[in-house]
């Protein structure tokens, strides 16, 4: 059996519009082995604010860059990000991983029950992973004790009205699978503060879990039964005094809750109608679901209590996913030829090794060993303009030195980009390029 496990590892954290902690190791676990494949980080309330600086890669937010600077040093390449206001949702792969990330969209929407557009809704990405359809949404429902009810058709309306361009998947619900984080901002209903308190500080927290009002309406509601979630045996992440373990001490003296949530949905198997007849087995839409399985174990679910920043803190799961997968071939290969250095034109080939939608808009990049996102390149060439390749053809493109040499020295790698998929569909291995100081 040719299946493997993958390791997913996911944070959801409000992060109030503060800026980031200097240190992010904790709330990764990067000093756990083995290390994650992909990370996939959803915040609230990122300071919507201008940003104070302008990078050379696209004005990104404070957030983005401290994750980018700390994961691409360990190998991990920001696949794609997509925000809206304060929600913000980032994917990362380690670098093996990238061919086989394909067809990456992104979408969001709005609600707006209370007239606030904007501030609240949802961000979500899809993608295929080794050939398995997947989909992450990040959400911010919204607030205060009684709304359960707003919530919970909030969450329908963003399940619902995000759509994709994609004729398999066309719906978030359609993935084979899907998480679903972020501040859903469910509360414990009933109890009073003084038994919340006490149940959390003698370390009782089941005698808080029937009213958590998530956990109540999944009674009710039919939908929200296909999500799978943990078991909650961390403390409620809301409401906290910033820089403390503490639970608000302010007038307002907010109920602490359980507002941080991470669920998973496997796409149920379809039910065959009774008017299929004998057609059922062949038009089942989902044809090779059992050749093909995908498992989801939750490997952990807790928070981090370390983090002060904000008034809530990260909520962090793990999984396991094992699956087998439906290619291992990229669609794309590509290398250097000879040598690169900065007193001669460079020379690479590659070869479209599988037919997809190429372009002439496709390009090639050049990228340090260590690149952060598709858009951090050194310098890039056009792909072969005059006509479309045939498969398995290899094609050589020249690149002028002073166009494709970088300024340094060291080791870089090419990666070929497709516009149309919005992905890199092939890497090469390492190679040296050489600079003499002269140059410089």
Known sequence: DSRI???LHMVTWNVATAEPPEDITSLL???VQPPADLYVIGLQEVNATPVRFISDMLAEDSWSHVFMDTLAPRGFVKVTSIRMQGLLLLVFAKQIHLPFIRKIQTTYVRTGIFGYWGNKGGVSVRFSFYGHMVCFLNCHLAAHMNYALERVDEFEYILESQDFDISDTPNVLDHKVVFCLGDMNFRIADHGLHFIRSSINSGRLNLLWTKDQLTMMKKKEPFLQEFEEGPLNFKPTYKFDRNSDTYDTSGKKRKPAWTDRILWRIKPKPQPSEDDDDEKASTSTDDGLDEYPLLVAQDKYTSDMSYGVSDHKPVIATFSLELRKCFDIPLVHISPV???????????????????MSSTWDWIGLYKVGFKSASDYETFVWVR???LPEINEVIQVKCKYEICIPLLSGQYLLGYFSTNMQSILGLSANFQVSVPLLHL
Not at 338 to 354: F, H, R
């Open 29 to 31: 676990q990067l000093d």
């Open 5 to 7: 496990k993958w390791l």
């Open 338 to 356: 000879g040598v690169w250095s900065a007193d001669q034109d460079a020379l690479l080939t590659y070869t479209i090794q599988e037919d997809f």
């Open 385 to 387: 303009e005059n006509d």
